[in-house]
């Protein structure tokens, strides 16, 4: 119920998204929907967490899966923008379509997905150690500003994704990031 609501809320976003929406995508009559989360806005923080985790999930099974920090960096940033292009409701991340649709009368909804995007961030600054333990990336390089600069990357790659469709170019894109400027 919570993945159905979640692919509505980031295909949709949040105030495109009403409750008769709801009520038809998860099979839940609206006096259920707040009987169970509160509110829309409390059904909504569950499918931010529900997106979050799903992204720290793979995190997780990329590590286990890759030979270094910096392959997990990258098959993650893979996965975010040329895998989203067809296997995801929008291909715009669902917490930075959030942070652009809410205002501030949504400041508690705005805090939820700071908060969540900085766990994201969190995790990749870990990567971001650990590579520099293996000496793959230069000690003297800050983690968080590092972790911050794969975020503004996917965000626009992700854009450039939905414009350009050569998986090439994108994986040779995706790949620069880590080559270059400030990883290098």
């Not at 995508?25 to 059904?43: H, N, Q, T, V």
């Not at 920090?69 to 895998?83: G, H, R, W």
């Not at 805090?111 to 995007?117: E, N, P, R, S, Y």
């Amino acid at each position: 119920m919570v993945d159905k609501a979640t692919n509505l809320y980031w295909k949709k976003g949040f105030h495109a998204t009403s409750m008769r929406n709801l009520q038809d995508e998860i099979d839940m009559r609206p006096g259920s929907i707040y009987s169970a989360f509160g509110s829309k806005e409390g059904l909504f923080k569950e499918t931010l967490r529900n997106y979050t985790d799903m992204g720290l999930a793979l995190l997780q099974r990329l590590v286990d899966e890759c030979n270094n920090p910096i392959d997990v960096l990258k098959a993650f940033v893979k996965s975010q923008v040329i895998d989203t292009q067809t296997d995801a409701p929008n291909g715009v991340c669902m917490l930075a379509k959030t942070m652009s649709e809410l205002t501030e009368e949504n400041q508690e909804l705005i805090d939820v997905t700071k908060a969540h995007l900085g766990e994201i961030s969190q995790q990749f600054e870990e990567l971001i150690k650990e590579a520099q333990i293996q000496g793959l990336i230069d000690t003297e390089k800050d983690p968080e500003a590092l972790a911050s600069h794969i975020q503004i990357q996917i965000t626009g790659l992700r854009t450039f994704a939905k414009l350009n469709k050569d998986k090439a170019l994108l994986h040779s894109k995706i790949d620069d990031i880590f080559c270059h400027h400030p990883f290098a």
